[in-house]
């Protein structure tokens, strides 16, 4: 025992993890988001903070924050991204293991005759034996290269990766639940829109009629007045089916059937007030909260440690068995002082005649670290762009809006003017047409942007992936360190 515990001790001593240790990488990032205009201090300060709170709660719809409650709790993407998270804890509490000792139990009882050929000359009884056996075995792998360390800080850094998939994935379904909910919103004002001047239009197609019958217009002036009527009207299905899709893909997201929340959703309502600017901060303050960028870090982490773990096969692979039991020719013997056995075992396995496999397999963890460090910096640069392209696009749909409504207001005015003064008798049928056609055009076309200037605010804070559960039920972190 005496050299099996000098060797140990020096040994335990002498322990290091072998393979490089994960620095992270350094990303040259810019100070500030091109093309876009830094926030005026006072309008911004009325803006709701990005990181601080739910951002859905700040377009003060309540049916949409029940959705994204719903989403949250009943969304099947977000299970499933769960018991990925879930697998990943599990593996790395398997890992812990390779820690300790593994320590085992066994019994057994055998009874064996011998034959006449094997004893010749022995009675027949005197031939039978018995043998009974117990023990409690342990083995434990002195971890003095760091394999098994390695192996366990790279399950931690894939238990953190999974923690920020399942983030970025909220992040993912509650903005598209918000993005469909606020379509499906400006869907519906697109149809009243529709509704409204279909009803127009079939006002002055009766107008006409009623002229031609007392010979004042022509069957092409009452044809063209009809095609137009048919043409606007054909509009409204279309959007009926665009509104039915979009109710459906928010039932699918927050966990129920496509027709669930028909009813419930029926009813048209105003689309919300969206802030006029949106402070994201630096493009150094976006890479901190974004739990993409987080996971992609955590991956090259665990790649890096797993350099470790094949680089450790180099070295030797020591291991202390151990066992105590007891034997005897009757059971009843067992456990007694005589029948006492023990052993204490000191193994080396070293495959140092393979030592070129055991390069090939560092080579391929090497590659795999640089996969994941080139997978890290392209991860950073899309976070970057999805943020910029989310602010330019947002703070243009407001200038856009702007004159939209400005041109629907005016077309609305002139297609009144131009009916009052067919009916008149002043102008004629075909400057009704087109101002009626252009009123359509220009309030259809200031729906749709306000609905993509609300679209464009959820863009912006699922880019800065604000407003988001920062960190997972307690029963979820209990295999991060």
Same mark, same amino acid.
Request: charged share 25%.
């Given at each position: 025992m005496r050299p099996v515990l000098t060797v140990l001790?020096?040994?335990?001593? +002498?322990?290091? +993890?072998?393979? *490089?240790?994960?620095?992270?990488?350094?990303?040259?990032? *810019?100070?500030?988001?091109?093309?876009?205009?830094? *926030?005026?201090?006072?309008?911004?300060?009325?803006?709701?903070? #990005?990181?601080?709170?739910?951002?859905?709660? #700040?377009?003060?719809?309540?049916?949409? !924050?029940?959705?994204?409650?719903?989403?949250? $709790?009943?969304?099947?993407?977000?299970? %499933?991204?769960?018991a990925r998270y879930d697998r990943a804890n599990a593996l790395l509490r398997g890992a812990r293991f390779d820690q300790l000792p593994t320590i085992d139990a066994s019994a057994r009882g055998a009874s064996n005759r011998a034959s006449a050929d094997q004893a010749p000359g022995v009675p027949r009884d005197a031939r039978d034996t018995d043998s009974f056996e117990a023990g409690i075995g342990a083995s434990w792998e002195l971890d003095l290269f760091g394999r098994v360390r390695r192996g366990v800080e790279a399950g931690r850094a894939d238990v953190a990766a999974s923690a920020d998939d399942l983030r970025a994935l909220q992040v993912a379904i509650v903005g598209e639940v918000a993005t469909a909910y606020l379509d499906l919103r400006g869907l519906q004002e697109r149809l009243r829109v529709a509704t409204e001047n279909a009803g127009n239009q079939q006002h002055t197609l009766?107008?006409?009629? $009623?002229?031609?019958? &007392?010979?004042?217009? !022509?069957?092409?002036?009452?044809? /063209? +007045?009809?095609?137009?009527?048919?043409?606007?009207?054909? /509009? %409204?299905?279309?959007?009926?089916?665009?509104i039915a899709v979009a109710t459906h893909r928010i039932a699918v997201l927050t966990g129920r059937t496509p027709d669930a929340l028909r009813q419930q959703l029926s009813a048209a309502r105003a689309l919300p007030d969206v802030p006029r600017t949106i402070d994201p901060g630096t493009p150094a303050d976006i890479l901190r909260v974004r739990p993409d960028v987080s996971a992609a870090e955590h991956r090259l982490h665990s790649v890096t440690a797993r350099v470790?773990? #094949?680089?450790?096969?180099?070295?030797? /692979?020591?291991?202390?068995?151990?066992?105590?039991?007891?034997?005897?020719?009757?059971?009843?013997?067992?456990?007694?002082?005589? !029948?006492?056995? =023990?052993?204490?075992?000191?193994? %080396?396995?070293?495959?140092?005649?393979? %030592?070129?496999?055991?390069?090939?397999?560092?080579?391929?963890?090497?590659?795999?670290? !640089? &996969?994941?460090?080139? /997978?890290?910096?392209?991860t950073v640069l899309r976070a970057l762009?999805?943020?910029?392209? +989310?602010?330019?696009?947002?703070?243009?749909?407001?200038?856009?809006?702007?004159?939209?409504? =400005? &041109?629907?207001?005016?077309s609305a005015r002139a297609a009144r003017l131009a009916r009052m003064r067919f009916e008149a008798g002043e102008t004629g049928l075909l400057d009704v047409l087109d101002a009626e056609r252009t009123q359509l055009d220009a309030e259809d076309a200031f729906a749709s942007g306000r609905t993509r200037t609300a679209t464009g605010a959820v863009a912006v804070y699922r880019a800065m992936a604000g407003g988001w559960p920062q960190t997972l039920p307690a029963r979820e972190t209990a295999g991060i360190r």
């Amino acid at each position: 025992m005496r050299p099996v515990l000098t060797v140990l001790a020096t040994a335990l001593l +002498a322990a290091c +993890a072998v393979g *490089p240790d994960h620095v992270r990488p350094t990303v040259a990032v *810019p100070a500030t988001f091109a093309d876009v205009a830094p *926030p005026d201090a006072t309008v911004a300060s009325a803006a709701p903070a #990005a990181a601080d709170g739910a951002f859905w709660q #700040a377009f003060g719809d309540p049916q949409l !924050s029940a959705l994204v409650d719903d989403t949250l $709790a009943a969304n099947h993407d977000l299970r %499933i991204a769960l018991a990925r998270y879930d697998r990943a804890n599990a593996l790395l509490r398997g890992a812990r293991f390779d820690q300790l000792p593994t320590i085992d139990a066994s019994a057994r009882g055998a009874s064996n005759r011998a034959s006449a050929d094997q004893a010749p000359g022995v009675p027949r009884d005197a031939r039978d034996t018995d043998s009974f056996e117990a023990g409690i075995g342990a083995s434990w792998e002195l971890d003095l290269f760091g394999r098994v360390r390695r192996g366990v800080e790279a399950g931690r850094a894939d238990v953190a990766a999974s923690a920020d998939d399942l983030r970025a994935l909220q992040v993912a379904i509650v903005g598209e639940v918000a993005t469909a909910y606020l379509d499906l919103r400006g869907l519906q004002e697109r149809l009243r829109v529709a509704t409204e001047n279909a009803g127009n239009q079939q006002h002055t197609l009766a107008l006409v009629d $009623a002229r031609r019958e &007392a010979g004042q217009d !022509s069957d092409f002036d009452g044809a /063209r +007045a009809s095609a137009q009527a048919a043409s606007t009207s054909a /509009r %409204i299905p279309m959007l009926e089916a665009e509104i039915a899709v979009a109710t459906h893909r928010i039932a699918v997201l927050t966990g129920r059937t496509p027709d669930a929340l028909r009813q419930q959703l029926s009813a048209a309502r105003a689309l919300p007030d969206v802030p006029r600017t949106i402070d994201p901060g630096t493009p150094a303050d976006i890479l901190r909260v974004r739990p993409d960028v987080s996971a992609a870090e955590h991956r090259l982490h665990s790649v890096t440690a797993r350099v470790g773990v #094949a680089t450790a096969d180099l070295f030797p /692979r020591l291991t202390l068995g151990g066992l105590i039991g007891s034997q005897a020719g009757d059971v009843g013997a067992l456990f007694e002082r005589d !029948s006492e056995t =023990r052993l204490v075992a000191l193994g %080396i396995d070293w495959s140092f005649l393979d %030592i070129g496999r055991v390069r090939a397999r560092i080579a391929a963890a090497d590659a795999d670290a !640089s &996969a994941e460090l080139a /997978r890290y910096q392209q991860t950073v640069l899309r976070a970057l762009e999805d943020t910029g392209n +989310a602010l330019v696009r947002f703070d243009r749909a407001h200038d856009a809006d702007v004159e939209l409504e =400005r &041109a629907a207001l005016d077309s609305a005015r002139a297609a009144r003017l131009a009916r009052m003064r067919f009916e008149a008798g002043e102008t004629g049928l075909l400057d009704v047409l087109d101002a009626e056609r252009t009123q359509l055009d220009a309030e259809d076309a200031f729906a749709s942007g306000r609905t993509r200037t609300a679209t464009g605010a959820v863009a912006v804070y699922r880019a800065m992936a604000g407003g988001w559960p920062q960190t997972l039920p307690a029963r979820e972190t209990a295999g991060i360190r």
